[in-house]
């Protein structure tokens, strides 16, 4: 049976996209970013579909113990590291790599009597001012972890970009200039680039990079695409027509009456809304692919459907698919309908969407 909403996560793309970071960034080790539901594209079944990646990295400790029980035994990041000695404990039994951003996770460390030693990645803050150490308390905070016993496995070095993905690259280059200056006399491990980064050639020289957009086959940047750069979209985002109807010249389609239709017109109801994570801000002539063809959004989307003029297309019937974005609907031109990034509208898929692997 052919469910009315879906997205299809396409794992043979996520296989292809590792590769084609891993040419970008060629001799580094890559960190996979699966949080927030490796973007909506389902955490586990990614993690497995990209069991080559070199470690992954989550934002919480409960998104690497559900890595954990699915089998993953890979290298697993918490990015956001760990705030009480609960889940210090939790991390060191299941192996977890922490980030440290902050003094107070250095005094929890100190105080862990606990024989197991952790990969830890220092993360330093060189101008995106969310998390880190500032340049002038990251020499206190690495002296202080490396006096730590036992000793870490390894101590790494880590920050992340504000701006990777402007035109205009002052500020990338000023933060890789912040970072190389405080960490070059260090014998350590170090990551900079995100997705933007690695598609621009940006802090590839260190031993790790961090994609996360990229791998699911979409562009960081406003006006490309993720095919641009080689990249194949993962998730499509398809639901069905379960309706249409002749809306006469001079009516309103939807709530609101935010559409009024000029002409005599053919008007599909199309089983997504914003109960499934469509923005319901997506203005009047968003495309959806129908059979193939585009057709304008028309009206206000509603919770569980939308309308879509498909006046001027070959007859639709109840029951044909339609594509929302993925593959031929780039995801990045509905974000910019929306006035969002593609991060947001691929993160807010609702649960109940069901993703069917290919
Ligand atoms: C989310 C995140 C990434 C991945 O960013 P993309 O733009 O999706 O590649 C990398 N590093 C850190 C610290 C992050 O939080």
Known sequence: MSRLIRAIIDTHALRANLETVR?????????????????????????????????????????????????????IVLLEGVLTREQLLEAARH??????????QVELLEGFSNAHRFVLWVKIDTGMNRLGFRPTEFPQAFERLQK??????????????????????????QQIARFVNLTRHLVCATSIANSAAVLIG?????????????????SPFADRTGPDFNLQPVMTLEASVIATRRVP????????????????????IVTAGYGDGLPRNLPNGTPVLIGGRRAP?????????????VTDLPPVHVGMS????????????????????PYELLCGVSQRVPHELR
Request: glycine share 10%; charged share 20%; net charge negative.
């Open 322 to 341: 339609v594509t929302l974005w993925g593959k031929d609907l780039p995801v990045e031109e509905i974000a910019r309908h929306a006035g969002t990034i």
């Open 249 to 268: 010249q001079g009516e309103t389609v939807g709530y609101d009456g935010i559409w009024k239709a000029e002409r005599d017109s053919t008007i599909a």
């Open 148 to 173: 730590l016993r036992p000793a870490p496995l390894e101590i790494r070095l880590m920050t992340h970009l504000a701006r990777a993905d402007a035109p205009d690259g002052t500020m990338t280059r």
């Open 95 to 104: 192996g977890f790599d922490l980030v440290v951003h902050d003094p107070l």
């Open 202 to 218: 940006a802090g590839i020289q260190c031993e790790w990079v961090r994609p996360g957009l990229a791998l699911y086959g979409v």
């Open 297 to 309: 959004l028309v009206g206000r989307v509603s919770m569980d459907m939308i309308a879509v003029d």
């Open 23 to 75: 040419q970008r960034a060629p001799g580094t080790h890559v960190m996979a970013v699966v949080k927030a539901n490796a973007y909506g594209h389902g955490l586990v079944p990614t993690a497995l579909a990209l069991a080559d990646a070199d470690a992954f990295a989550v934002a919480r400790l409960e998104e690497g113990l559900s890595l954990r029980a699915a089998g993953i035994d890979r290298p």
